[in-house]
């Protein structure tokens, strides 16, 4: 048995008890919803892939979204675009890589999201939908914010504390923690638009960094065993845990938790300073190894794809937009990146729904990220190849470069003809001097039009 498959063993372990409870088969035919689903995406920023009970975390009990792993498909390859957060919101907001418009980096920016390409909520509302987003935008430029691409309704984020100039904080001028109050507004709009098609984003702060802003109910609630900084980390991860559970709750109590497509990832690995773990895979976020882009990744949709179910090809957050819009009947643009993995996880097609995933981070000039995954293969494109089957060795020790020429010549080629189809970096391209776009400030519901909708 390999380093993988004794990984996956412990985390069937750890999970079994869940499992059973789920049902195991999909529902077909007449049992099948005749509508069609809402559509709930959350991306958790900073989400280390060992730190989620359902993906073998053992110390910081995620119960809401182990039910949602429980009820759905754990996709154990699923990937994020970038090791920082700005190119990964920006390629699942638009089901492009965001080189294409030469985003690179949080510091590597490029270009706005090209105006003649819906965003995923612009697709959506076009197809019906009402769209709301609740948490962090932070792609686009001074002139795009979500309001202004697609979204019609967005959860206003109040003033916070002060803090050090450009640090982000949880905590609103009252003391509030956001993220509790997060919870809060999903349930509200869920509550409100119940009779209706939705879609939701939630893009909330958390886990990221200052994970000490989190108030000492929740750390009470963290193992005795758990020691700082992964203690704050969990207690973050548990206020996390709760929102997505009032989430949940508020789809049951609205009768819409079996028809209701729910896409659960990170936007990039765990920060390893603040005790993030991002095990069986090497590194972390804002790192060149595979745990800064390899994320928990579940997909869950109650009577259309199996319960309990783990799936092992290559999918990606590029994905997200294409499954979506196939689910919603949405007409948007057939220029994607991603696929529809829908007949993957329900096992209508079998194998990856990539031949290959790729990646370029800029940020750092002098120790740039080019990297390709085919299959177990992972290509690091530095000042030498670096060739690592993650298969056998998640954890990046053993360089097969040397050992396996024409594995490396053949996925070099594959990078290069991706990367040759890319608009050219812009160098040092640091855009918005200016703050990006959002929402006005206070507390509330920002709309993009003057008439706010009626329940």
């Known amino acids: 048995m390999n380093s993988v498959e004794r990984v996956h063993t412990a985390l069937k372990l750890v999970t079994l008890t869940a ?36 993906f073998g975390c053992p110390d910081i009990p995620t119960p809401h979204i182990d039910t949602l792993a429980r009820d759905g498909v754990r996709c154990l390859n699923g990937y994020t675009l970038c090791p920082v957060c700005s190119p990964s919101r920006a390629g699942l907001t638009t089901g492009l890589y965001p080189q294409r418009f030469r985003v690179n980096g949080n510091l590597n920016r490029g270009e706005p999201i090209p105006a003649d390409h819906a965003t995923l909520a612009e697709c959506l509302r076009d197809a019906g939908y009402v769209t709301g987003m609740v948490g962090r935008w932070d792609l686009g430029d001074a002139k795009q914010g979500p309001l202004d691409r697609g979204f019609r309704e967005v959860a206003k984020r109040p003033p916070g504390k002060p803090r050090v100039a450009g640090s982000p904080t949880y905590l609103g001028q009252d003391g509030t923690y956001w993220t509790e109050i997060q919870g809060g507004e999903l349930a509200d709009f869920i ?35 758990v020691e700082k900084p992964r203690r704050f980390l969990a207690g973050t991860l548990i206020a996390l845990d709760d929102a997505i559970g009032k989430c949940l709750a508020q789809l049951r109590k609205s009768g819409l938790d079996n028809n209701t497509l729910i896409f659960l990832v990170g936007d990039n690995g765990g920060q390893t300073k603040d005790g993030a773990r991002n095990l069986p895979w090497r590194g972390g976020k804002a790192t060149n190894w595979d745990g800064a882009v390899h994320e928990p990744y579940i997909v869950r949709w109650t009577g259309m794809l199996p319960a309990g179910k783990e799936f092992t090809g290559l999918v990606s957050t590029l994905d997200i937009y294409a499954t979506a819009a196939v689910a919603a009947g949405a007409k948007c643009s057939a220029n994607l990146d991603g696929v529809d993995i829908l007949p993957f996880l329900r096992g209508q097609k079998s194998g990856d729904p990539h031949e290959a995933l790729f990646w370029r981070w800029l940020d750092f000039p002098k120790d740039p990220l080019r990297a390709v995954r085919s299959g177990p293969w992972r290509l690091l494109l530095g000042k030498t190849a670096q060739l690592y089957n993650l298969t056998n060795d998640p954890s990046e020790t053993k360089d097969l470069a040397t050992e396996n020429p024409e594995k490396v010549a053949a996925l070099k080629a594959m990078f290069n003809r991706w990367e040759q189809s890319l608009p050219s970096p812009i160098a040092n391209a640091k855009r918005n001097a200016k703050p990006q776009s959002g929402p006005p400030s206070g507390r509330g519901w920002a709309f993009a039009t003057k008439e706010r909708t009626k329940p």
């Open 19 to 54: 499992l059973l409870l789920g049902p195991l088969a999909v529902l077909q035919g007449a049992d099948a919803p005749k509508q069609k689903p809402n559509i709930v995406v959350m991306l958790i920023d900073d989400l280390g892939y060992g730190d989620v009970g359902a």
């Open 191 to 225: 509550e409100r638009h119940q009779q209706e098609r939705f879609f939701l984003y939630f893009a909330p702060l958390a886990v990221h960094s200052p994970v000490e802003d989190v108030p000492a109910k929740y750390l009470e609630r963290v193992p005795a065993a």
